[in-house]
Structure formats: structure tokens, C-alpha cells
């Protein structure tokens, strides 16, 4: 009676299966690793990591870290993931702009308006994201005039056939101060805005914490800069022969990219925070136009802070489908993870199997750690029952 009992016991028999499973998922990756590496043995292969050393040989024409030819394999990688996370900050910081907006475009009383955001969504993301990718590059960015002919946008962008050109900061003496006066005048923001939000709750009074946070973050390091006498130069880029030298200067690809990938994801953010706020109840809106709330902070301090907890949990799917995405980027040839690792480094290396590792571990963390920032933020502003 004792064994049977035991046996037929919930807990141990899913224990059991628990053990068995485990057990069987490990057997497997054990299968498959110790057959790949004989395999690779038999064929002259090696799985090590021992190449990372070895100079790759090749140029890569956009880096936002310093590269030279003779740098190894293990630079490659760097190399391709600050081009991939610069990608990926870019377009998400786009995509969430331009996805609000539409967002709240398409719950406007204005016919034309709602009208034109439902046409922008439903258009754009029914349209392959590599499609696109492709008519941003070929037909928008390509087409755009020689540089002697280049367009000139407010006196400190051109933008010509060859990529996008910008000036670039030269940091001069004393620049760090200036630095260091910003980062306390963050921090001097951020703590007016707590305070502001635990004054509001226990008070009811409302203080212009955006207002003040801003004079903060703008008006200190101005005025330490104009004090050390502004020790920050400009380099700004010049046409010289067929070509502009100097400055900061990004290629088509990456325009391309990064207009493509903000746009496709916007179309689905859009969506997601339309959803969230419908499901805020009507009563909220009529409750705060019955008190004299302006409709600028009933949306700002009342729809939006409860529509958060609908619109985080899907947000993170976007963030990490764009990060994702952006390995499409080898279709344009920017010089992303994949195109640089997964591919030119691979084919002159031959070591398939850590080069893919690699890649995936990478594509993995940063996922990894965008979903653990957002569920920590999802958790703050749930509600907790009482």
C-alpha cells in the first residue's frame, strides 16, 4: 500500500517526469556534440576558438569602433556587434517615437488623420521588412544626387549618394568638467522628478519636474561650458575633388537600415499602443473632463501610466524583433554581426561551429537583457492587490 501510495503520488511522478526529461534533453546534447565534434575530427575540422588571434585580412568600410585590416577575428566580432547595437539603439529609439505618434494618430476625431495612420500601419506592415529594406536602399538612398550636388539640411547635414555627413565633436581640455556637470545635472533631473511624483501623491500639487529637469540638464553644462570656455571644437566635413573629407559620415546602408527597421516596427508599436489605451475605461477621460483636466495631461498623468501595463509585455516582442531584424542588413551589405562574422569571417575561417555560437550567444544575451529590463519595469508599475 506504502509503494502504490508513493507511486501514485502528484507531486512524485511529476518529479519523475521532470527527471526523465531533463534527462533525455541532456543525452541529446550530448548525442549531438560529441557526434559533431567526431565528425569534424574525422574531416580535419576543428571546433576550437583558437582562430580568434589569427589577423582576419579584411577591410570593413563602416566601423564605430577603431579597425584596421591586420586586426584579429576576435576585433571582427567587436566590430560587428557595436555596428549591430548601434543599428538596433537607433531604430528603437525611432520606432518608438514614430510608433506613438501614429499610435495616437489613429484614436484621433480627425477623419483625415485617423484615416491616413490606419493606411500607414495597415500598408507597412504588409510589406516584407527585406523589401523594404531594398526600396529604402536602391530607390531612395542611391538615387539621391553626387556630392558636389549634395543636399544640404540646415547648414550641419548633407546628404548625397554616398551616405549621410555630419561634423564630429573634437573634445578639447576641460571637456571632461563639462561631462561630469551633465552627469550630476541627470542625476539632479531624475531626483526633482521622484520628488515631484511623491509630492504630487501626498499633496495633490502638481510640480513642472519636465520644465525644471530640462532647464537642469540644459542650463549646468551650458554654463560650465561657456565658464572653461568652450573646449569642444568641430570637425566639419568639406567637398574635396568627388568626395567630402572630414567629419562624422555614415554610409547608404545604414540610412537605409535604419529608416527601414524604425518604420516596419512603428506600424506594430503603433498598434500596441492603441490597443493599450482602449483599454483604459472611458470612464477615466469623462472622470478628469468633469474635474477641468486638460486633455494634454489627462492623456500625459492619467490614460498613459495605465495603458503602460498592456503596451510593456508586447513592447518587448517589438524591441527584440528589431534587434533581430537587423541582420538583414547583409542584404544591403552593411557591415552588421552577420555580414562580418556570420559570413566574410566564416568563409575565410572555415570554423562554422563557433562562429555560429557566438553569434547566437550574442543575439541571445541582448535579448536576454532587454526582456529582463522590461519585465523589471512591467513589475514596478503593476498593480498590487491589497
Not at 494618430?105 to 500598408?123: G, Q
Request: include cysteine; glycine fraction near 8%; aromatic fraction near 12%.
Amino acid at each position: 500500500m506504502r509503494l502504490g501510495a508513493f507511486v501514485n503520488d502528484a507531486t512524485v511522478r511529476a518529479i519523475f517526469y521532470q527527471a526523465v526529461t531533463f534527462a533525455a534533453v541532456v543525452g541529446l546534447i550530448w548525442y549531438l556534440v560529441s557526434n559533431t565534434i567526431a565528425n569534424m575530427a574525422t574531416r580535419g575540422m576543428s571546433a576550437g576558438f583558437d582562430f580568434l588571434d589569427v589577423s582576419a585580412g579584411f577591410n570593413i568600410a563602416f566601423t564605430l569602433i577603431p579597425y584596421r585590416e591586420g586586426d584579429s577575428y576576435l576585433r571582427v566580432f567587436q566590430v560587428g556587434i557595436a555596428n549591430t547595437l548601434l543599428v538596433a539603439v537607433i531604430g528603437i529609439v525611432f520606432a518608438s517615437a514614430l510608433g506613438l505618434v501614429v499610435g495616437l494618430a489613429r484614436l484621433s476625431t480627425n477623419w483625415l488623420i485617423r484615416t491616413l495612420a490606419r493606411w500607414y500601419v495597415e500598408v507597412l506592415r504588409n510589406t516584407p521588412l527585406l523589401l523594404q529594406i531594398i526600396a529604402w536602399y536602391f530607390g531612395v538612398f542611391n538615387l539621391l544626387p553626387r556630392p558636389r550636388e549634395s543636399i544640404a539640411l540646415g547648414g550641419f547635414m548633407w546628404l548625397n549618394n554616398r551616405g549621410a555627413y555630419f561634423p564630429a565633436p573634437v573634445p578639447q581640455d576641460g571637456f571632461e568638467t563639462v561631462l561630469g556637470a551633465l552627469a550630476l545635472a541627470v542625476g539632479a533631473a531624475i531626483a526633482v522628478s521622484v520628488w515631484a511624483r511623491r509630492r504630487l501623491r501626498e499633496t495633490g500639487r502638481a510640480f513642472p519636474a519636465g520644465l525644471v529637469g530640462f532647464a537642469l540638464v540644459a542650463g549646468v553644462p551650458l554654463l560650465v561650458y561657456l565658464a572653461l570656455g568652450a573646449p569642444l571644437g568641430w570637425n566639419w566635413p568639406a567637398l574635396r575633388g568627388f568626395n567630402f573629407v572630414g567629419g562624422f559620415s555614415v554610409p547608404p546602408a545604414f540610412c537605409a537600415l535604419v529608416v527601414a527597421l524604425s518604420i516596419y516596427t512603428s506600424c506594430f508599436i503603433a498598434e500596441i499602443v492603441r490597443a493599450g489605451i482602449q483599454s483604459v475605461g472611458h470612464g477615466q477621460t469623462e472622470a478628469a473632463r468633469a474635474l477641468g483636466v486638460k486633455p494634454s495631461r489627462t492623456m500625459r498623468f492619467i490614460i498613459l501610466p495605465q495603458a503602460m501595463r498592456v503596451i510593456i509585455p508586447p513592447l518587448i516582442s517589438q524591441y527584440l524583433n528589431l534587434t533581430k531584424n537587423s541582420s538583414l542588413a547583409i542584404a544591403i551589405g552593411f557591415p552588421d554581426l552577420v555580414s562580418v562574422w556570420m559570413n566574410t569571417s566564416l568563409n575565410q575561417s572555415g570554423r562554422a561551429i563557433p562562429i555560429v555560437a557566438m553569434t547566437m550567444g550574442f543575439y541571445c544575451v541582448v535579448s536576454l537583457i532587454v526582456s529582463f529590463a522590461l519585465n523589471a519595469y512591467n513589475r514596478r508599475i503593476l498593480l498590487r492587490e491589497r
